[in-house]
């Protein structure tokens, strides 16, 4: 607790543009290194200096307290398009709670962190040729099968270590990677095509795997008019991913395909490999496998929903993740927090508890 407040001050600090020695003034301290000590952890806050930060910060005394928050803890990079931000901001606080809620009640039931975290050798140097071969790489070497689509969130949950959350965001939000000094998060939202969320899965697993060296920006446009070398280095490793070569392979030569049945073909495979049809097309073009003749011959219109009139209807996945859901699950039964609290926090009706225990295979709590 005495590492949360610490950070959580040092936080509000800096979002004010406070100086370590304004604050220090605002406190009382003599001199800025009490302050330095508690904004790192190394001195327990007084009772009396906490609540003398409520009053400098005007927060309530929560902010500094509240185990499940995230304030100034969780580095976010949010995947969206045209999002207001100050609801942008409202919604990243609901998300840190569900991140919280995960880090909080799995120390609490005996879940431990990964002792070593992965990441890539990729650099903003790298090439596109590097980070498609990287992405190559991962799905051969996780053995990601003839569909990686469909194994990748089980292997970053059970091989890496990373909590992946489906969500409903707010509108406009269509994933987003979050860093702690402890743990590793994507959110996607379910409600996007297949095709969407599988490529912002692998778009948003490049980010945290290449943080240190290539930090993402705080919000990302999902379509802006130029992209940064850093996304599209991200979105290069996501490509390569989900439609590995030896995976093309077995689908035949392109090279003989123009107008409809080139269209067909696209939209059948990218049907197959659960990914759009653009990010096939593109894919394929980038691969030399499609001529720039034949991509000429290609309509936009005729690939969007994969051929469709309209996205096909299909059942979104299961809110969160059965990691998630088991701790929580582990914690309410051992009574470590109550339905009520995880209910508000979740977004879900303790009505619905039972469901989507059910829904993840998991085994619902005694109170239920």
Known sequence: MTTTIGTRIKTLREERKLSQDDLSRAFGFKDRQTLSAIETGERRVAADELLRAVQIFGVPLDYFTDPFMLAGEGRFSWRQTGVDGDKLRSYEEAAGRLIAAFRTLG????????????????????????????????????????????????????????????????EGVSGAACQLPELDVVLINRNEVPGRRHFDLAHELFHILTWEKMPPEHIEEAMPIKRSRIEQLADNFASALLMPSPVLDRFGDWAQLIDEALVDRLNGVADELLVTSQALRWRLVGMGRISRAQNQTISDDSLRNNGRNKPAKQAPPALFSKPFVQIVATALDEGKTSMRRMASILGVAIDDFAELFAQHGVDAPYEL
């Open 107 to 170: 120390r609490q039931v005996g879940h431990k962190p990964p002792l070593l975290r992965p990441a890539l050798s990729l650099s903003k140097q790298s090439t596109y040729e590097e980070a498609i071969a990287d992405g190559e790489r991962f799905a051969a070497e996780f053995e990601l099968g003839e569909v990686p689509a469909v194994r990748l969130a089980e292997v970053m949950e059970t091989k890496l270590d990373m909590l992946v959350l489906m969500v409903d965001p707010i």
